[in-house]
Nanobody
Framework: QVQLVESGGGLVQPGGSLRLSCAVS????????MGWYRQAPGKERELVAT???????NYADSVKGRFTISRDGAKNAADLQMNNLKPEDMAVYYC?????????WGRGTQVTVSS
């Protein structure tokens, strides 16, 4: 069993930055895949970024060069640094974990990009 709790969402102006954090209930390095997904109103949930147990990363084309996913072993957390935010990045962001074939989701954190 894995519990995920997101934090760090909020309101930011276009061009600004936010850092999301996902607290994990067990060692972050036990998790096969950690990731962030997002869902905007009226749209399907989509992949933002993932990081594997080995440290390999994958990003949606729309966020490459602006977002960075990382793991913090001291906090047992997976973070998403988001720079140069755009209005189209506005969504509820969900933390995801895959652990021995089981998938887990956090409850989400709202990111609003508006002037």
């Amino acid at each position: 069993q894995v519990q995920l709790v997101e934090s760090g969402g909020g309101l930011v102006q276009p061009g600004g930055s936010l850092r999301l954090s996902c607290a994990v209930s067990r060692s972050i390095f036990d998790i096969n895949i950690m990731g962030w997904y997002r869902q905007a109103p009226g749209k399907e949930r989509e992949l933002v970024a993932t990081i594997t147990w080995g440290g390999g990363t994958n990003y949606a084309d729309s966020v490459k060069g602006r977002f960075t996913i990382s793991r913090d072993g001291a906090k047992n957390a997976a973070d998403l640094q988001m720079n140069n935010l755009k209005p189209e990045d506005m969504a509820v962001y969900y933390c995801y974990a895959k652990f021995f074939g089981h998938e887990y989701w956090g409850r989400g954190t709202q990111v609003t990009v508006s002037s």
